[in-house]
């Protein structure tokens, strides 16, 4: 699958690639978002989701970094719904092209003691306000690719 590329490289950096993934995480008909508090953007809205470890499939990094930031235990589907990648520069200042697999899912449990990510806050928000509030491209490019899916097909939300 072909992956949209959003954002530019900032002038004269490297952006190496990095495999990422990310979740859709359903509850109550609204979306898990994250609002984060980062020296670098200010307060800003993503997806739960991040760098996949050695060892992790996309889906199991995607689930891990839901407990971490979010501390939710997810059920995601086996396999990414769609791929967007994005330039992005973390808070610490490394640039790269984050290569995203983004993956449905709803809640498992609450798993409080997972959370480890002191800057990341959850909030459920409805689909359609998500894609206006979400700071990456690539993010809220994905929520619209979910939402059509599942409007048009809802077995597959």
Same mark, same amino acid.
């Given at each position: 699958?072909? &992956?949209?590329?959003?954002?530019?490289?900032?002038?004269?950096? #490297?952006? /190496? #690639?990095?495999?990422?993934?990310?979740?859709?995480?359903?509850?109550?008909?609204?979306?898990?978002?994250?609002? %984060?508090?980062?020296?670098?953007?200010?307060?800003?809205?993503?997806?739960? =989701? =991040?760098?996949? #470890? /050695?060892?992790?499939?996309?889906?199991?990094? &995607?689930?891990?970094?839901?407990?971490?930031?979010? =501390?939710?235990?997810? %059920?995601? @589907?086996?396999?990414?719904? !769609?791929?967007?990648?994005?330039?992005?520069?973390?808070? @610490?200042?490394?640039?790269?092209?984050?290569?995203?697999?983004?993956?449905?899912?709803?809640?498992?449990?609450? $798993?409080? @003691?997972?959370?480890?990510?002191?800057?990341? !806050?959850?909030?459920?928000?409805? /689909?359609?306000?998500?894609?206006?509030?979400? #700071?990456?491209?690539?993010?809220?490019?994905?929520?619209? %690719?979910?939402? $059509?899916?599942?409007?048009?097909?809802?077995?597959?939300?």
């Amino acid at each position: 699958m072909r &992956a949209p590329q959003f954002g530019e490289p900032e002038n004269g950096r #490297d952006a /190496p #690639d990095r495999p990422t993934a990310f979740a859709i995480v359903v509850r109550d008909g609204l979306i898990a978002v994250m609002r %984060v508090d980062s020296r670098r953007r200010g307060c800003v809205y993503d997806l739960p =989701g =991040g760098g996949i #470890d /050695p060892g992790e499939t996309p889906a199991q990094g &995607a689930a891990r970094e839901c407990g971490e930031e979010a =501390g939710l235990e997810v %059920v995601l @589907d086996p396999e990414p719904f !769609t791929c967007a990648d994005q330039f992005f520069v973390n808070d @610490d200042g490394w640039a790269h092209n984050s290569r995203g697999r983004f993956f449905a899912g709803t809640v498992a449990a609450e $798993r409080p @003691d997972l959370k480890v990510e002191d800057d990341h !806050t959850l909030e459920w928000m409805d /689909p359609r306000g998500a894609i206006l509030a979400l #700071d990456r491209e690539a993010h809220a490019w994905a929520v619209a %690719v979910w939402l $059509r899916r599942l409007e048009r097909n809802p077995a597959k939300g």
